[in-house]
């Protein structure tokens, strides 16, 4: 599952990893930019919008609290 003490970013590109997801593939799958998703996972954006959040830890199969926390 995804780890503590990390940033919204690392805890996605962690997650993305241990299901074998491409960026390209998470992306399609959350329904959002690959663009966006990029920025997110080096820490261009930090604070994603909750309507993103909610879609990336959907897409991670994991709880939004998982993702934020």
């Known amino acids: 599952m995804v780890g503590g003490n990390q940033n919204i970013g690392g805890k996605v590109k962690l997650q993305r990893n241990s299901l074998s997801l491409t960026q390209e593939a998470l ?3 959350a329904d959002i930019p690959y663009t966006t998703l990029v920025k997110i996972e080096t820490g ?5 919008s909750v309507e993103t959040a909610k879609k990336i830890a959907c897409a991670l199969e994991i709880t939004i609290d998982e993702l934020i926390s």
């Open 44 to 48: 261009k954006v930090k604070n994603p």
């Open 27 to 29: 992306a399609r799958k």
